[in-house]
């Protein structure tokens, strides 16, 4: 059994990459947004896939299953994306192989915080940019440059929606991880 959580803001994709990847039925724990939570959810107009406003999101994790061959089985968890869930982060994060963060090119400032606390847990992790059809397109060297990430930090570009893309950018998390151990 490999753990690797897929994390990153609020709305950004977490919940689609996981049902995407996912071999099995994915469980979520989404509910439905309210009133009461836009004073700490800020979606600040964003529009999921381009067209319908967003609205459920994540409280728990979200929870999907990929095997590798007949003795590895890849288990996703899925993130929340807002900082009122962040209790969750240590006991989702322990005992994880690896972490993708997913990020969003019209919204990268509220990677930071997501990427600071990655970085605190101390677990190796890749950057997806995922695709929206409404967010600005940027070179891959421009998102690099903008969230300050080593060159040793895989980035790929990603559409949550595409299977063949989300596994690309779990292979590229796992070489990453993995990579250290080869040289051993």
């Not at 990153?8 to 039925?25: D, H, M, N, Q, R």
């Not at 397109?137 to 790929?156: E, K």
Request: proline share 4%; glycine share 8%.
């Amino acid at each position: 059994m490999l753990k690797v959580v897929v994390t990153g803001p609020l709305a950004v994709g977490k919940t689609t990459f996981v049902s995407t990847v996912s071999e099995i039925k994915s469980r979520h724990t989404e509910e439905r947004m309210t009133q009461a939570g836009a004073l700490v959810d800020q979606l600040d107009g964003y529009r999921a896939d381009g067209e319908a406003a967003k609205t459920h999101t994540t409280v728990g994790t979200d929870f999907g299953r990929l095997t590798l061959d007949e003795r590895m089985v890849l288990y996703l968890f899925g993130s929340p994306g807002q900082q009122r869930f962040r209790v969750l982060w240590d006991d989702l994060v322990r005992g994880a192989l690896g972490v993708l963060v997913l990020v969003d090119t019209s919204r990268l400032e509220a990677a930071f915080e997501v990427m600071d606390m990655v970085e605190a847990a101390d677990v190796p992790y890749a950057v997806g940019v995922n695709r929206f059809p409404t967010s600005p397109v940027h070179s891959l060297g421009s998102v690099r440059a903008a969230l300050d990430l080593s060159p040793g930090t895989p980035l790929i570009s990603v559409d949550a929606r595409d299977r063949d893309e989300c596994l690309d950018a779990l292979i590229a998390m796992t070489r990453h991880v993995l990579a250290p151990l080869e040289s051993v």
